[in-house]
């Protein structure tokens, strides 16, 4: 599983080396080579399991597509993005932290509430 590419579909052979990574970063930290650019590309879908090639100077709008499984591979990567979140307890013991804090709760109005009875008393 790549840690660069969050949504990769498939596995790429590099040429170099013959070895499998599911992107040219993968292959830069593990290797002591440079990645050599081909044309010539062969792949493995993680849908199906099955190796095919594609040729990248006669790529079309179809080569999109695993040809076994018709799985999407072409899409915009999904990098790991830094957040700042709170950790807590399993949300379904514990629902406080999901407080909406910008909703207020209306309290009931009552001529037997002490603390605005002024106002309303004359």
């Known amino acids: 599983m790549c840690k660069h590419v969050l949504?990769?579909?498939?596995?790429?052979?590099?040429?170099?080396c013959r070895k499998w990574f599911d992107c040219a970063e993968?292959?830069?930290?593990t290797a002591d080579?440079?990645?050599m650019q081909s044309f010539e590309m062969t792949f493995?879908?993680?849908?199906?399991?099955?190796?095919?090639?594609?040729?990248?100077?006669?790529?079309?709008?179809?080569?999109?597509?695993?040809?076994?499984?018709?799985?999407?591979?072409v899409l915009e990567?999904?990098?790991?993005q830094a957040q700042l979140q709170v950790e807590g307890e399993d949300i379904r013991k514990d629902a406080r932290m999901i407080k909406d804090e910008r909703t207020r709760i209306e309290e009931e109005r009552s001529?037997?509430?002490?603390k605005d009875a002024s106002d309303r008393l004359g």
């Open 44 to 73: 493995v879908c993680k849908k199906c399991k099955k190796a095919f090639r594609k040729d990248s100077r006669e790529f079309e709008d179809a080569d999109e597509y695993c040809p076994h499984c018709d799985n999407h591979f």
């Open 111 to 114: 001529i037997f509430n002490v």
């Open 26 to 29: 993968c292959h830069h930290e």
């Open 77 to 80: 990567a999904k990098t790991p």
């Open 7 to 16: 949504n990769a579909q498939v596995a790429i052979r590099a040429p170099c």
């Open 33 to 35: 080579h440079d990645l």
